[in-house]
T-cell receptor, first 110, second 113 residues
Framework: DAKTTQPNSMESNEEEPVHLPCNHSTISGTDYIHWYRQLPSQGPEYVIHGLTSNVNNRMASLAIAEDRKSSTLILHRATLRDAAVYYC???????????FGQGTTLQVKP | KAGVTQTPRYLIKTRGQQVTLSCSPI?????VSWYQQTPGQGLQFLFE???????NKGNFPGRFSGRQFSNSRSEMNVSTLELGDSALYLCASGLGGETDTQYFGPGTRLTVL
């Protein structure tokens, strides 16, 4: 699995967009990029994943750089409920083995 | 559909004892993974079971073991508990493929005194 680097913390205002960056410069061609988040006192939850193309779902968008060495998770309108630790993971093989880094703690201000 | 359930939710043990934690995956899921979360080390992968076979293993000592039953339910066991084993133990289930979503349970909080 590729090593990922994320900022330790970020702040956002409620109802504004949030861009969470992730660097994965050693990513291989078969590695998927996954994002999970962990709300306080809960287990992690899936957010989004992608391989090469940008992806959208009801929770967020994932923008992947053309060289795939970085990606950005986009929350279009942050809410207080989005305050969590966001983890970026990059790896191939089955997702039963997820290698988590330290993640980014997102604070959302009202 | 019911989510991943873990029992017990909280546990207090003393050094030297052993403990067994249980995880019931989402119906239809054949993969169950276990993770340890501590403030110092973060989320660390312990092992994964798929169709009753250990498919992946993390870098933990042999005191940490697990098994999976034919109904996909899984247990993990920690023998000869140490103070450093105090942690939140999380279980996740999935279908077992390359991009399958992992669904995590609420965890079992283990305190070793």
């Amino acid at each position: 699995d590729a090593k990922t680097t994320q900022p330790n913390s970020m702040e956002s205002n409620e109802e504004e967009p949030v861009h969470l960056p992730c660097n994965h410069s050693t990513i291989s061609g078969t590695d998927y990029i996954h994002w999970y988040r962990q709300l306080p006192s809960q287990g992690p939850e899936y957010v989004i994943h992608g391989l090469t193309s940008n992806v959208n779902n009801r929770m967020a968008s994932l923008a992947i750089a053309e060289d795939r060495k970085s990606s950005t998770l986009i929350l279009h309108r942050a809410t207080l409920r989005d305050a969590a630790v966001y983890y970026c993971l990059a790896g191939s093989g089955n997702t039963g083995k997820l290698i988590f880094g330290q993640g980014t703690t997102l604070q959302v201000k009202p | 559909k019911a989510g991943v359930t873990q029992t017990p939710r909280y546990l207090i043990k003393t050094r030297g004892q052993q403990v067994t934690l249980s995880c019931s995956p989402i119906s239809g899921h054949r993969s169950v993974s276990w993770y340890q979360q501590t403030p110092g080390q973060g989320l660390q992968f312990l092992f994964e079971y798929f169709s009753e076979t250990q498919r992946n293993k993390g870098n933990f000592p042999g005191r940490f073991s697990g098994r999976q039953f034919s109904n996909s339910r899984s247990e993990m066991n920690v023998s000869t508990l140490e103070l450093g084993d105090s942690a939140l133990y999380l279980c996740a289930s999935g279908l077992g493929g390359e991009t399958d979503t992992q669904y995590f349970g609420p965890g079992t909080r283990l305190t070793v005194l």
